[in-house]
């Protein structure tokens, strides 16, 4: 197996800095978008083989030296009792928000070996395919809240913040639920095959550094803590995070991604010594090559001083020509040195 991404991982040397990238299965794809024509998302996503099949595909495209599985965040949570669509162009949205105690009392646990059995065939038959690690993934559990109280994608999590202030007992039940499932969840990935398990916290950042530290932290604690158990690297990925960095270093993860606001030279001061995973703007990959090539030096360079995942920000772009990242890669892998 390519184990550059698991070496850099642990924080050891390899030949050169390993490279994937977030949302590196999807739109900018011809192949993904047929696809698409045919299938909805989750059908995508329940299918074992098209699972499969659509999570192979940049590997063999571009080269990275891991894959992820092709899932969403809301997977877990349709077993717990929760009515949601993934919507185009919109996101995961629920028929009827979760805001009461009561909501929250009717939800079910989760059964993974029941209600998620496509998943763990799905890992399977891309292990047995892929000569790269497979990266598990989850919802961090306040970006999870955010979608079940909202309703939906939000910009100012206006009803998630009035609970998390208001109502603390709620907030603290919900909490508990998500921690619990994501524990759950990503178990059961990682003992389906999966090397590492990330948590995608996407709107953690939307958060104050008290109110990360007091509401959210003791719950990725918790998550993380029980993870290590599982033997397999750590990652935590918040957007737009870079003032809660020093809190989210004392998480016990091995790996902090990062988007593209702040140089990975000065986030590396700030959190000590985590392995770095990140961070090119994914816009830079609409750019020309030689911009694409100047940037990804720019990264790297940044990244020096200890052990560093190239990756973007953020996800791949739906505009991103798939040429753009299969040169990425070469760049990376040509000039990635330690």
């Known amino acids: 197996m390519n184990d550059r991404f698991l070496r850099a991982c642990r924080g050891e040397v390899s030949d050169t800095v390993p490279v994937w990238f977030m949302r590196q299965a999807g739109r900018y794809q011809p192949e993904y978008?047929?696809?698409?024509?045919?299938?909805?998302?989750?059908?995508l996503v329940e299918d074992p083989e098209l699972c499969c099949q659509v999570t192979a595909l940049p590997v063999e495209q571009l080269g990275v030296d891991a894959a992820i599985l092709f899932s969403d965040i809301m997977v877990p949570l349709g077993p717990l009792g929760i009515d949601y669509q993934i919507k185009a162009g919109i996101g995961p949205v629920l028929a009827r928000p979760l805001r009461r105690m009561a909501d929250l009392e009717a939800l079910r646990a989760l059964n993974p070996a029941h209600d998620l059995s496509y998943v763990t065939e799905a890992i399977g038959k891309i292990c047995q395919r892929l000569d790269v690690p497979l990266i598990g993934f989850a919802g961090g559990p306040f970006t999870l809240a955010s979608y079940l109280i909202e309703g939906g994608p939000s910009r100012q999590y206006q009803e998630t913040k009035r609970i998390l202030w208001s109502e603390p007992a709620l907030w603290q039940r919900l909490m508990e639920i998500l921690s619990d499932m994501v524990i759950t969840y990503a178990g059961m990935q990682v003992a389906a095959g999966a090397h590492c398990v990330q948590l995608f916290d996407s709107w953690a950042g939307s958060l104050s550094l008290s109110d990360f530290q007091r509401r959210v932290l003791p719950y990725l604690e918790k998550i993380f803590t029980a993870l290590a158990a599982l033997r397999v690297p750590r990652i935590y990925?918040?957007?737009?995070?870079?003032?809660?960095?020093?809190?989210?270093?004392?998480?016990?993860?091995?790996?902090i991604s990062v988007d593209w606001r702040e140089p990975l030279s000065q986030v590396r001061r700030r959190v000590g010594g985590k392995v770095l995973q990140g961070n090119l703007d994914p816009v830079?990959?609409?750019a020309s090559s030689s911009v694409i090539e100047g940037e990804a030096r720019a990264v790297l360079e940044q990244g020096r001083g200890g052990a560093h995942i190239f990756n973007l920000g953020h996800g791949v772009l739906p505009t991103t020509e798939v040429q753009a990242l299969r040169h990425l890669v070469e760049v990376v892998h040509q000039e990635g040195t330690w």
């Open 33 to 43: 978008r047929a696809l698409r024509q045919r299938y909805g998302i989750l059908d």
């Open 237 to 255: 990925f918040a957007v737009g995070a870079g003032h809660l960095l020093e809190a989210v270093a004392t998480l016990p993860v091995e790996v």
């Open 284 to 286: 830079i990959l609409t």
